[in-house]
């Protein structure tokens, strides 16, 4: 079975003052199973210094199981086109990092056209934010493909983030973090196809995380689903 992790942090932190080094993430990957791997930058270092998304690309042109996801900045700029990411990650924007969402930053006049321009260029945007930020942020979306990380659970309770966005197909989740049980109310209520699993490393292990997906009580197909197939599907990976 082919396992991607959809959800992993790469390089420095500048506020945790670590590391997280190819190295880790390739034995983590080894020891799980993993055939390839999503990489962000962390936000305190992407704030701090833009360049983390470039060096980022450039660690994906040598290791071959990472695929690169841009860490949009505060200026909004959309994730450069044709450069070779293969996704976004949308997190507090201009808010407290990790904590709250700047509810300023919907009322942006970039916003719009960020959305316009990234809906265009189709690739996926893992967006962190409070539970009533994002429910703003969906309803001005059309096609735009969001993955609210963590079902939902450091932005406030996922239960309501799944009955709010059960009905919008453009809204994807994952796993990281996240109980068993509430992994499995998601797929009871809107199915397995828009479930992705992801570790959260550092924050999570690839093998645990993964464990926890494995063990689920659903049939091997549905786990194949949420193991690679819906991330495969969602960044055009034949
Ligand atoms: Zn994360």
Known sequence: MDIIDSHTHWGPSVTMGTEVTTEELLLQAEQSGVSRIVIFPFPSTALADEGINQRLLEETNRIKKFIPYYYIPETMKPIPDGKGFYGGKW???????????????LKEPKLGEFIEVSERIDLPIVLEEEFAF?????????????IIPH???????PMDFL????????????????SPDTVLKFIDKIGHERILFGSDIPFGTMKWELEKVLSLPIVDEKKEWIL????????GFT
Request: aromatic share 10%; proline share 0%; hydrophobic share 30%.
């Open 163 to 178: 009955d709010t966005f059960k009905g919008r197909e453009n809204v994807y989740f994952d796993t990281a973090l996240s």
């Open 151 to 157: 079902l939902g659970g450091l932005g406030g309770n």
């Open 228 to 235: 690679s197939k819906n991330l495969k599907r969602l960044i």
């Open 91 to 105: 997190h507090w924007m201009r808010g407290v990092q990790d904590c709250s969402s700047n509810y300023q930053a």
């Open 134 to 146: 994002t429910e703003v942020f969906v309803k001005k979306t059309k096609s735009l493909k969001i």
